[in-house]
Every structure is written in structure tokens, then in C-alpha cells.
Antibody, heavy 112, light 107 residues
Framework: EVQLVESGGGLVQPGGSLRLSCAAS????????MNWVRQAPGKGLEWVSY????????YYADSVKGRFTVSRDNAKNSLYLQMNSLRAEDTAVYYC?????WGQGTLVTVSS | EIVLTQSPATLSLSPGERATLSCRAS??????LAWYQQKPGQAPRLVIY???NRATGIPARFSGSGSATDFTLTISSLEPEDFAVYYC?????????FGGGTKVEIK
């Protein structure tokens, strides 16, 4: 069974940084693109970033471009999201997404 | 950016009734449209992909239809576990976008 486990969330001050991880299992991780999607408390869903299996293609939502960096380690079956210059509006549960399969999410709270 | 508009915002129905949810795209997304179900405190779960294909483990009472700009998710006979928020998502081009959601609540 496919499993995606996000981690790394927590409370961070505005302007701070955080690195999220997503551990994948039960599929050939290196062969597939991955996405990060987020959901602010009580709000809808927002796509954040995409990375191809080979890392040659990367996209970001305008709201995070220049502040967030997506990466992956195919040897470790892991996906990452480096988040810098965090703002209050980045507060959300962050999910990794493989072909519509999502993990349970990790909560990021940006507050002083 | 492709805007997805879902209607209605809330659907109040009783168990056993038929639910019809709509998702309209601001431009064609071909058949690259997915539907997700989300219950409180849980991650979204894929229900339908590519407009009309049921995801693994999804009961046959769920069906999807449509193409280009108009899509429908139908639940033929609501079960208690189907009451949730449903989101549509287009995977046709970047940025990927979601609709605002339809809440299916118990009447």
C-alpha cells in the first residue's frame, strides 16, 4: 500500500524558515512527479509546488515563488520543501501528493 | 490561471438521496479533472480522476462525468459516510487549481 508521511511542521516566527519532508513507500519514487499542496485552517486547497521524477522540471505557485524550494532525494524516497521568509499567510497543513494520493499532512504555524 | 467554480456551495440531503455536484472551469481542461472527498480532520481522498475514473476503493455509487469546462460528480444514493466536503481539481496546466468546495451535509 502506498504510504506518504509528512514531517517537519511546527511553530515558526514570521521571517523564519522550516524544512518539510515527505517519506514515500510502496511505489517507484524516482519514476514519478510529486506535488506539495496546502490548506490553511478552515480554508480550501492550494497547490504549492511540483517536481518531476528526475528533478528537471519544477514549478511553484506565485504565492511562494522565490521563498520556497522543492527538492527530492530519490535514493531515500523522500521529497522536501524548504520554506524561507515565512509569512502568517503560509500557516497551513502541508500535504505531499503522488497521483492524487496524499499523506496525513504536517501543520505549519507562522506566528510571533 | 484556470478558475474552477463549484456549485452549490452546500448541498443538504438525506441518506439515500442522489447528490449532484458541479464543477465549471474558466477554460477547457480536457478530461484532466479530479474530485476529492474531505472529512473533518482528515486529508483529502481521491474519488474520481480524469473526469470519470473511480479511484481505488471508491464505491460504484460515485460517478464522474463531463469534459472541457463542465463536470459533474454524482453520488447515486448517499450513505452516512459520504457526508463531507468535495473539491474538484484540474491537472491540465500550471498552476494546478482547485475549486472552492461543495459541502454535502445531512438534511
Amino acid at each position: 500500500e502506498v504510504q506518504l508521511v509528512e514531517s517537519g511542521g511546527g511553530l515558526v516566527q514570521p521571517g523564519g524558515s522550516l524544512r518539510l519532508s515527505c517519506a514515500a513507500s510502496a511505489f517507484t519514487f524516482s519514476s514519478y512527479a510529486m506535488n506539495w499542496v496546502r490548506q490553511a485552517p478552515g480554508k480550501g486547497l492550494e497547490w504549492v509546488s511540483y517536481i518531476s521524477g528526475s528533478t528537471t522540471t519544477i514549478y511553484y505557485a506565485d504565492s511562494v515563488k522565490g521563498r520556497f524550494t522543492v527538492s527530492r532525494d530519490n535514493a531515500k524516497n523522500s521529497l522536501y520543501l524548504q520554506m524561507n521568509s515565512l509569512r502568517a499567510e503560509d500557516t497551513a497543513v502541508y500535504y505531499c501528493d503522488w497521483k492524487g494520493n496524499w499523506g496525513q499532512g504536517t501543520l505549519v504555524t507562522v506566528s510571533s | 490561471e484556470i478558475v474552477l467554480t463549484q456549485s452549490p456551495a452546500t448541498l443538504s440531503l438525506s441518506p439515500g438521496e442522489r447528490a449532484t455536484l458541479s464543477c465549471r472551469a474558466s477554460q477547457s481542461v480536457s478530461s484532466y479533472l479530479a474530485w476529492y472527498q474531505q472529512k473533518p480532520g482528515q486529508a483529502p481522498r481521491l474519488v474520481i480522476y480524469d473526469a470519470s475514473n473511480r479511484a481505488t476503493g471508491i464505491p460504484a455509487r460515485f460517478s464522474g462525468s463531463g469534459s472541457a469546462t463542465d463536470f459533474t460528480l454524482t453520488i447515486s444514493s448517499l450513505e452516512p459516510e459520504d457526508f463531507a466536503v468535495y473539491y474538484c481539481q484540474q491537472r491540465y496546466n500550471w498552476p494546478l487549481t482547485f475549486g472552492g468546495g461543495t459541502k454535502v451535509e445531512i438534511k
